[in-house]
């Protein structure tokens, strides 16, 4: 394995870009993943390493050990010092392991049918990572993210998903309303709205696209007109609303026991 110890190594840098910039990511066409379960994910998902970069604490932990057994040779391994590799890491508590993949091609039509996640704005990297988990989780294929929201490959997002970027079919869309209008099949969206049916009490079993919103601010709407299904959570307790993301998992998993249980 090699040793870097420099900061200015050209491969230093290109880590450090693609882990802080959502510019050079962009422009390598490229992102970082942290974290050996991350890392095996994308092995397991069929998407090549070109780099592995471990710390120095880190290289001797047996998952890691694991993981570098079952590279191709031509992955590039690299170790550095721990104080470089905290420089580097995009996380807080860095996990000794960092890894470079290709951002994958972009699906370039929409699906006009079938179970979709429809994203609107939603801006925080923790949220998007779980609602896209959520959809992983529940058998949704395909997930659609309009313009405003976090970036879906970004090493943050990455995380919070756990794997799920690579069991799902992720577009950034930049029409969102022109793809609903073309789509066949229910839209579901939960709103506080008027017209809106309780959740519990309605028949979600057909496919459809589950549209949720930017924190705080909701579904815009434009989208929102498109809703077949307005949905509302019931909350006895005494709190406003949900966060997005758990909206969206009571949502999904409500459509998948009903169509596993009713008749």
């Known amino acids: 394995m090699e040793t870097i110890q420099s900061r200015d190594n050209p491969l230093v840098k290109k880590i450090r870009a693609l882990a802080h910039s959502g510019r050079d990511r962009r422009k390598l066409g490229q992102t970082v993943l942290d974290g050996a379960h991350l890392v095996d994910a994308a092995r397991q998902g069929g998407y090549a390493l070109r780099e592995v970069l471990l ?14 057994a079952a590279l191709p040779d031509e992955v590039r391994q690299v170790c550095v ?26 699906r370039r039509t929409l699906p006009t049918e079938g179970d979709v996640l429809l994203l609107d704005r939603v801006q925080d990297a923790g949220n998007l990572g779980t609602l896209l988990r959520s959809a992983a989780a529940a058998g949704v294929p395909v997930a659609v993210l309009t313009p405003g929201c976090a ?44 017209g809106s049916r309780d959740l519990f009490e309605t028949d979600l079993r057909a496919s459809g696209v589950w549209l949720f919103g930017a924190e705080g601010a909701g579904v815009s709407p434009a989208l929102l007109a498109h809703a077949s299904h307005p949905l509302v959570i019931p909350m006895p307790g005494a709190i406003e609303s949900l966060n997005v993301a758990a909206a969206a998992a009571i949502g999904l998993f409500e459509q998948l026991r009903q169509r596993r249980f009713t008749r």
């Open 55 to 68: 710390s120095d604490s880190g290289a001797g932990r047996p998952e890691h050990l694991a993981l570098i």
């Open 151 to 194: 970036q879906a490959w970004s090493p943050r997002v990455l995380r919070a998903g756990m794997g799920a970027h690579f069991r799902l079919d992720i577009i950034e869309s930049d029409d969102p309303v022109a793809w609903l209008e073309r789509y066949r099949g229910a839209v579901y969206a939960t709103t506080l709205g008027p």
């Open 81 to 106: 010092p721990d104080a470089l590799f905290r420089q580097l890491s995009p996380v807080e508590s860095p996990s000794g392991l960092l890894a470079v993949i290709d951002l994958p091609e972009t």
